[in-house]
C-alpha cells in the first residue's frame, strides 16, 4: 500500500464519553476516516502512524442529519468511523503520540 495515502486515512480521533468508556473496557480506539478507506488500509496506517499492533477493525458510516438554518435548509456530511481493536497488552496514548508525530 502507498505510504502517502495510508497517511491520509486516519482524519481524527474521537473523543467522546462513549469511545472514552470503549477504550478503557475494550481497548478499542475510535477515528474518523476517510469515506473510501478501507478495513485494511485503517489497520495499516494505525499501525504504521502509532507503532501498535491491531487485532480487527470495524467500521459505520454515520448518515448526516437534515438540519434548518434559518430559512433554508442543509444536512450535514456523513462520518465513516472506525472501531479498532489493539492486540492484548497493546496501548495507544493520543497525547504522546501526537507529541511525537510533532517533533
Do not use: C, H, W
Not at 496506517?45 to 438554518?69: D, M, N, P, Y
Amino acid at each position: 500500500m502507498n505510504q502517502e495515502r495510508l497517511m491520509k486515512v486516519i482524519l481524527a480521533p474521537v473523543v467522546s464519553e462513549k469511545s472514552n468508556m470503549i477504550a478503557e473496557k475494550r481497548n478499542q480506539m475510535t477515528f474518523k476516516v476517510l469515506p473510501n478507506a478501507t478495513k485494511t488500509e485503517i489497520k495499516a496506517a494505525v499501525e504504521l502512524l502509532f507503532s501498535v499492533q491491531v487485532a480487527s477493525v470495524t467500521t459505520t458510516t454515520t448518515k448526516g442529519k437534515k438540519k434548518r438554518f434559518g430559512s433554508s435548509f442543509g444536512k450535514r456530511s456523513d462520518v465513516k468511523k472506525a472501531y479498532v481493536s489493539l492486540v492484548e497488552g497493546q496501548q495507544l496514548d493520543l497525547e504522546t503520540a501526537a507529541a511525537a508525530s510533532a517533533e
